[in-house]
């Protein structure tokens, strides 16, 4: 999909603050009310806005450990995949998962509230996931980068 200079300027208001009432972000680019309005629905219709959410902060919602995991199966057919899948899905902490090429086979984000936190969650949940063989942690010292804004071209 081709985006113009208009469209750009949306997505770039819009994801500095997605509570912008159509009167603001319609004055912060220079359009119309209705021309803006007409734009968004079209971008949110097309499915390149594909919702708006409310970020929290992690530490102070109690998370403040941030763990990645690397997760092999013992196997890699579709039917393992989806099973480990949907299993996956159902883990509150796990916050992002990956399907990877390379070493291991799922790289996952995993939040926790302290080493004590995580054991349990590894223990508990991570290791007993359909078809886990090997379960690698990184935790995190700190973040250095973390964007919501994509690169609108």
């Known amino acids: 999909m081709k985006l113009d200079r208009t469209d750009r300027a949306i997505l770039h208001e819009l994801q500095l603050d997605g509570r912008l009432s159509n009167v603001e972000l319609a004055a912060r680019i220079n359009l119309s009310e209705s021309a803006c309005l007409r734009r968004v629905r079209s971008l ?83 290791t007993r996931l359909p078809g886990v063989t090997r379960v690698h942690s990184s935790f995190s010292l700190r973040t250095v980068v973390k964007k919501t804004e994509l690169p609108i071209r």
């Open 44 to 126: 949110e219709e097309l499915g390149v806005i594909s919702g708006y959410a409310m970020l929290v902060d992690q530490r102070q919602a109690g998370y403040p450990s941030t763990v990645f995991v690397q997760i092999s199966l013992d196997r890699q057919q579709r039917e393992d995949l989806e099973k480990f899948e949907r299993a996956v899905a159902h883990v509150p902490e796990v916050m992002e998962c990956y399907l990877m090429t390379g070493d291991a086979d799922f790289l996952l984000r995993v939040v926790a509230s302290d080493a004590a936190d995580f054991e349990q969650l590894h223990s508990n949940y991570l």
